[in-house]
């Protein structure tokens, strides 16, 4: 047994890590075969840990026996057609899933602790030597300019953090312009160019992927962060200043949890009103205001303001140039309001009433218009954008919201973890071909630099383990593409499957090969319509090599959906798409058609069109080939829901009109950060759906560039 254990292990027991003379444009150099297998190790290690919180029965007093109340509170969020179908399920039904909601609770409020245990991880790594105006202003300043060439931090085995601050490292490097600008703004330049400690994790993960550090480091860990080890050893309180008075409130992690033994009448549900909760709400012990996350998004903003105007120090969302997302000279803007019901949504009203006079954009950095009036420069107007977004849906000191993005970034794990390529005979060649895929996925990016080029699941774990390395992963795609190729992690779901067909096409032309060795209908379906001749022998050929035997529907590199999300849409903004949507949906019903007959004439078995997702044990129907992750209940959520973004004008976290003209940058309709315009000034808003309008807007649509991330024509 142990012999056989060993071989299991094979693939992944004995791993190397080069450190020598980096070359820039040679993918080798920073992405190995080796350092793939570990970050799957590292993924399985994060699905390990997950599981093991979820199902801890009683953590933070939150009892599976609560089962048949769990559900409850869904009428708050109102998933209707969720709440439908259990409360015609049987009582069995319902108490399952609610057993499943409790526990995707305990995790979502390890998440949020471990966001908070990494801020404070991360600000104790800088000796608080934040960026100036006047540094971006120096080009020999290796505080901006020149930051991307910092020498790298030696990392020591001491020097690892838990696994659950590991895990929020791990995301926010997978979100690179954000990860950058972060460091930047908080002077972390060798922490920045050193990238994941692949030998120190290889050697710290054992072969049943428990994380293992010596005392030495965790000692270190607690007197730098004054933290404990354990998440769940760390106080079920937190400090927050009061933004009215600047009193320093003790506020729960949650106020969902309750002891076994008491009534059933005393438990509340699953959304809470703690700090950790999904509608965090405290009243000030010193000035009786409430505080609320919408209050939180705002008082960052007036610090960021008030430490632009006292330090010059620039706002969030403006130190990157927003084309090319490298370190150049940008523009700063900065406003006050205090309306009665405080949030951003008064920022971002005051700004759209100010750049729709021309006469106060006079008065700024402005352009004269070809009727002669005064309209603010395309870039600024980017750059508020920019701003904006990092306020919007996150009140962290961070660019995004990194416990939603941890959420999205748990349905790839999940595929890793399922696919198990870790433990494959084959593991190591598996790992040659997909830096080789990928590779050619920069090559249709640097192509076609405004097309969304959507990857597969392979294609996936080779670009999200060449962004660890985040020095190599910036020269290398700005060499080859001419800028700083982002990763958006919320796409429109519907706009992942239209680019998907279209990278699918690209790659088939291009390198003679098929794109998705995936067997699902919709893989299979692509080949036909896309309308290359030859999609037809290439698919067969797949078949007949036996490789389709080994890329079943539930464990193939099928289209990487992780950042799939649904947009939420004003009722004016669901007149113009409905329609589209709807056009949509009857095309993939009328393929899945063809592809039965396809399949049933080639004597081959097409798998169902629907499939399953499962949430803690419990086991959900899914329709289509690209869903957004099901989320059992938003509510539950710290901060906001991670698997929605919003459009329309004047939807909340919607961009201010005039500042349009580039996709990719707000939290709401124009994506997430990064993007860039198109040949004819069109946006690229990596949700799809973009603004246009405006006196910047442009021909609309798109998605950032670059994957999961670069604008679909």
């Known amino acids: 047994d142990g012999e056989a254990a060993e071989d299991v292990n094979a693939a992944f027991l004995n791993l190397s890590f080069e450190s020598g003379i980096t070359d820039h444009l040679d993918i080798r150099y920073g992405l190995s075969e080796d350092a793939c297998l570990a970050h799957l190790k590292l993924l399985h290690a994060i699905q390990s840990m997950k599981e093991g919180v979820g199902y801890t029965d009683g953590l933070w007093n939150l009892w ?171 106080p079920m309180t937190r400090v927050v200043k009061c933004p009215f008075c600047q009193t320093d409130n003790e506020v729960p992690w949650t106020t969902c949890g309750v002891s076994r033994e008491a009534s059933n009448e005393e438990f509340t549900g699953l959304i809470g009103s703690g700090f950790g909760d999904g509608k965090f709400s405290h009243k000030c012990s010193s000035c009786g205001n409430e505080n609320y996350k919408e209050l939180l998004s705002l008082s960052k903003f007036v610090t960021d303001a008030s430490a632009l105007l006292e330090k010059s120090t620039p706002m969030p969302g403006t130190i990157l140039e927003p084309k090319s997302g490298r370190p150049e000279l940008v523009m700063n803007n ?24 021309y006469k106060k954009i006079r008065n700024i950095d402005s352009d004269k218009g070809p009727f002669g009036r005064y309209q603010i420069h395309p870039w600024a107007g980017i750059s508020v954008r920019k701003m904006m977004s990092r306020y919007w849906l996150n009140f962290s000191p961070f660019a995004l919201d990194l416990c939603a993005a941890v959420m999205r970034q748990g349905v790839f794990i999940e595929k890793m973890v399922k696919i198990d390529w870790l433990h494959s005979p084959n593991a190591r060649d598996t790992m040659s071909r997909l830096i080789t895929k990928y590779d050619r996925f920069i090559q249709i990016m640097w192509k076609h630099p405004t097309k969304m080029v959507v990857p597969t699941l392979d294609v996936d774990l080779a670009w999200h383990t060449h962004q660890l390395r985040p020095s190599h992963y910036y020269y290398y795609t700005v060499s080859k593409t001419a800028k700083f190729v982002d990763h958006d992690d919320k796409i429109d779901e519907d706009k992942l499957s239209r680019c998907f067909e279209w990278t699918t096409k690209t790659y088939q032309s291009m390198f003679g090969e098929v794109y998705s060795e995936c067997t699902c209908w919709y893989c299979e379906r692509l080949g036909k319509v896309l309308g290359i001749s030859n999609n037809d022998k290439l698919s067969d050929t797949f078949h007949a090599s036996g490789g389709a035997e080994t890329h079943t529907s539930g464990t193939s590199a099928h ?69 957004f992750p099901p989320w059992f209940a938003p509510g539950i959520y710290y901060g906001w829901d991670p698997s929605v973004v919003h459009n329309g004008a004047g939807a909340w976290a919607n961009c201010a009109a005039y500042t349009c003209g580039n996709g990719s940058i707000a939290a709401g309709s124009c994506g997430g950060p990064g993007g860039c315009i198109n040949g004819n000034g069109g946006t690229c808003g990596a949700s799809g759906a973009g603004c246009g309008g405006g006196v910047v807007g442009g021909a609309g649509g798109g998605g950032g560039t670059g994957g999961c991330g670069g604008g679909c024509g």
């Open 559 to 627: 289209i990487s959906f992780h950042n799939a999300v649904k947009t939420r849409e004003t009722e004016d903004r669901k007149k113009v798409t409905a329609r589209v949507r709807a056009r949509q949906r009857q095309w993939l019903e009328q393929e899945y058609k063809k592809a039965e007959k396809r399949a049933e004439k080639k004597g081959r078995t097409l798998p169902p069109k629907k499939d399953y997702f499962s949430l803690w044990g419990t086991n959900y129907t899914v329709y289509g080939p690209y869903p």
């Open 334 to 357: 900065k406003w006050d309001k205090t309306p009665a019901r405080l949030s951003m949504n008064a920022v971002r009203d005051m700004i759209q009433e100010t750049l729709s006079d």
């Open 64 to 234: 599976d026996d609560r089962g048949k109340w769990a559900l409850d509170d869904l009428r708050a969020d109102a998933d209707w057609s969720m709440i439908r179908k259990l409360e015609k399920s049987n009582a069995k039904t319902v108490t399952k899933a609610g057993h499943s909601r409790i526990r995707e609770k305990r995790w979502a409020l390890f998440v949020a602790r471990a966001v908070d245990r990494y801020e404070a991880w991360w600000k104790s790594l800088g000796e608080n030597d934040m960026l100036t105006e006047e540094d971006m202003a120096d080009p020999d300043s290796y505080k901006f300019k020149k930051f991307p060439t910092s020498r790298r931090l030696i990392w020591e085995e001491r020097m690892l953090p838990p696994l659950d601050v590991l895990m929020i490292l791990h995301t926010h490097m997978l979100n690179p312009r954000s990860f950058l600008e972060d460091a930047i703004r908080y002077g972390l330049g060798t922490f920045w160019a050193s990238g994941m400690p692949w030998e120190l994790i290889h050697q710290a993960i054992d072969a049943d992927f428990n994380y293992n550090v010596s005392n030495k480091g965790k000692k270190y860990w607690s007197a730098l962060t004054g933290r404990r080890w354990r998440n769940r050893k760390d």
